[in-house]
């Protein structure tokens, strides 16, 4: 039974439009994260969240925007998309955001941009 | 800012064999060192983490080692078997500045019957 849900498993998308990937925790964390694995590159950290504020911020693109409705959802917008930003994405979770603390991944969105 | 290099990329090694796999740092204020485990298809899961004060730490078959002389972060899973299989990544944290974990590039190890 997983406690981060990200939807949808598998995304296909054409160059130059819009996604929205949903992730939601049911931890009760209060730090949210998104990273991002692509074929050529490690797993790479995008943004962290802390109550429902930005905390880190290593994503150059503002085509990303992480959206935080609720405490416990960290959705990530994606506009203009482009083939490069094919990727699998992963949200994860941690108690408070506290530097050594265990980070909870879920199973990824896997975005194909044609 | 912060370099992770995670060594050897692939591993093959026999049931019952142990297997070894380091990651080197150059960050001295990391303070924060983490093994993951990925299945196919799946999320990432957390072995073991130890904290900059801490050498040596074994769990259930798994060893991590730190040395922070030679920034150097080690996995060792004794006697390995087929369900180990999996891609293993190192993360680390600074103690300051960015929140954000690093992560090495991973290996892809495979334990043979």
């Known amino acids: 039974d997983p406690k981060i849900i990200q939807k949808p498993k598998y995304l296909v998308a054409v160059t130059g439009s819009e996604k929205i990937l949903i992730c939601e925790q049911y931890l009760g964390h209060n730090a949210m994260y998104w990273y991002r694995q692509s074929a050529k590159k490690p797993l790479e950290f995008m943004f962290s969240y802390s109550y429902q504020k930005l905390m880190d911020n290593q994503t150059a693109s503002s085509r990303f925007q992480p959206q935080s409705s609720k405490k416990n959802h960290l959705d990530l917008q994606i506009t203009a998309l482009k083939p490069d930003d094919s990727a699998t994405y992963f949200c994860a979770s941690s108690q408070q955001g506290a530097r050594n603390e265990r980070l909870f991944f879920g199973h990824g969105t896997k975005l194909s941009v044609l | 800012g912060e370099q992770v290099e995670q060594r050897p990329p692939h591993l093959s090694v026999r049931e019952g064999d142990s297997a070894i796999i380091i990651c080197t740092y150059t960050d001295s204020a990391t303070a924060y060192f983490s093994w993951y485990k990925q299945e196919a298809g799946a999320g990432l899961q957390l072995l073991m983490s130890?904290?900059?004060?801490?050498d040596r730490k074994e769990e259930q078959g798994l060893t991590v080692l730190l040395n922070k002389k030679d920034k150097r972060l080690s996995l060792n899973l004794t006697a390995a078997h087929p369900g180990d299989s999996a891609v293993y990544f190192c993360?680390?944290?600074?103690?300051?500045?960015?929140?954000?974990?690093?992560f090495g590039s991973g290996t892809q190890l495979t334990v043979m019957p």
């Open positions: 130890v904290l900059s004060n801490v």
């Open positions: 993360a680390v944290r600074a103690s300051s500045g960015s929140w954000q974990l690093i």
